[in-house]
């Protein structure tokens, strides 16, 4: 059994979650709740998941709790960007080791057409664009 004794409280100053439209909010879990499979936190990880769990084992309860609104996180602050390269090239943790860096790589290629056919799929208006990236040096 899982108890949870503590929740999140991010900050409510994020612009992307304000202009964007109301979202009927879920009402609150009470009670107990008996199921397979328990994800905590509807960020990005959380609602893929669930997502691939449900994908995986349709015949299952798969419960999905949310200490704020969904969306209200690090997910739905974030600046949009869904780079294959990390932030740092130069970062011993990518160029340290090239196997590790043609895996990170591969993967993120991965998320970044999983996104372009999810937003497809569903007709998600989100204003997607391959816009390539630009690498600059400051000193
Ligand atoms: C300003 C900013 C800009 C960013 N820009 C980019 C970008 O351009 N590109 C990029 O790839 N990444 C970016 N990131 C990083 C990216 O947003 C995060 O790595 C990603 O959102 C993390 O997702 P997550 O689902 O793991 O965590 P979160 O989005 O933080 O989700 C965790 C969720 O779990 C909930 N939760 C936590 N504890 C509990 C609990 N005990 N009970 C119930 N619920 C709980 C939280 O409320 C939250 O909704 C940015 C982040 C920030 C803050």
New binding site residues.
């Given amino acids: 059994m899982y108890r ?1 004794t ?3 409280a ?1 900050d409510n100053g994020c612009g992307w979650f304000h202009l964007s439209p109301p979202r009927d909010v879920r009402p609150g879990h009470s009670g107990r709740t008996k199921a397979r499979w328990v994800v ?8 893929a998941a669930a997502r691939q769990l449900a994908l995986k084992f349709p015949r299952d309860e798969i419960v999905l ?4 609104q ?1 969306g ?12 294959d390269l990390p932030h740092d090239i130069g970062a011993h943790d990518y160029i340290g080791d090239p196997a590790t860096a043609r895996m990170n790589l591969k993967l993120n290629h991965f998320a970044q057409s999983m996104i372009r056919t999810l937003v497809a799929q569903y007709g998600i208006d989100c204003q997607i664009r391959a816009d390539g990236k630009y690498q600059a040096a400051v000193e």
Avoid: H, K, M, W
């Fill in positions: 949870n503590s929740t999140p991010d905590l936190g509807a960020g990005f990880t959380g609602l709790i949310e200490g704020q969904v209200f996180g690090a997910s739905g602050r974030n600046s949009g960007f869904a780079i």
